[in-house]
T-cell receptor, first 109, second 116 residues
């Protein structure tokens, strides 16, 4: 069965303390991996799409990387406004997109 | 903002009632997907519509049904509401890619449904 697992469930950082969020997947065939940011009570906001192992994308303090089994979302020198839930999703073809449960990130000033 | 809108923002219903949620896709998009997100969980795929036809369905019972209109707006209908249907319902629009590459989905703000 296709599965997407995110770790840790929650992460508490001090402002400026860099870290990484993990998304591991076991799927029959990867067509795309997506990262979203979700604030409480709101819809997910698109961050990145990755299609093949070795691919990397960056946006401000965030950098997403992809291997054959997992993806990392690296956060460099986070600020309190980076506090949110980060969701990873995998598409295995057509309509089949599976989301992980998310990592809740708290950044303290 | 994505350009995907949903209405209403919040809704309270009682068990057994029926509800209709609405979504307006981002301009230029031809595919809409609906997700259910329980508190503390990731979104769960309900179904997808492409060119007004159901294109795929997740593990949800038939009392969850949908429509997509010629202008690509969409509805999610839920009959015989149960307490466990309380959740955030998300609509996501995308532009279907025939080249086999997974298209990026853009989400609306969601509708918070509470079933009492």
């Amino acid at each position: 069965e296709d599965q997407v697992t995110q770790s840790p469930e929650a992460l508490r950082l001090q402002e400026g303390e860099s870290s990484s969020l993990n998304c591991s997947y076991t799927v029959s065939g990867l067509r795309g991996l997506f990262w979203y940011r979700q604030d409480p009570g709101k819809g997910p906001e698109f961050l990145f799409t990755l299609y093949s192992a070795g691919e990397e994308k960056e946006k401000e303090r965030l950098k997403a990387t992809l291997t054959k089994k997992e993806s990392f979302l690296h956060i460099t020198a986070p600020k309190p406004e980076d506090s949110a839930t980060y969701l990873c999703a995998v598409n295995t073809g057509g309509f089949k997109t599976i989301f992980g449960a998310g990592t809740r990130l708290f950044v303290k000033a | 903002e994505t350009g995907v809108t949903q209405s209403p923002t919040h809704l309270i219903k009682t068990r057994g009632q029926q509800v209709t949620l609405r979504c307006s896709s981002q301009s230029g998009h031809n595919t809409v997907s609906w997700y259910q997100q329980a508190l503390g969980q990731g979104p769960q795929f309900i179904f997808q519509y492409y060119r007004e036809e159901e294109n795929g369905r997740g593990n949800f019972p038939p009392r969850f049904s949908g429509l997509q209109f010629p202008n690509y707006s969409s509805e999610l209908n839920v009959n015989a509401l149960e307490l466990d249907d309380s959740a955030l319902y998300l609509c996501a629009s995308s532009l279907a890619d025939t080249g086999g590459v997974a298209e990026t989905q853009y989400f609306g703000p969601g509708t918070r449904l509470l079933v009492l």
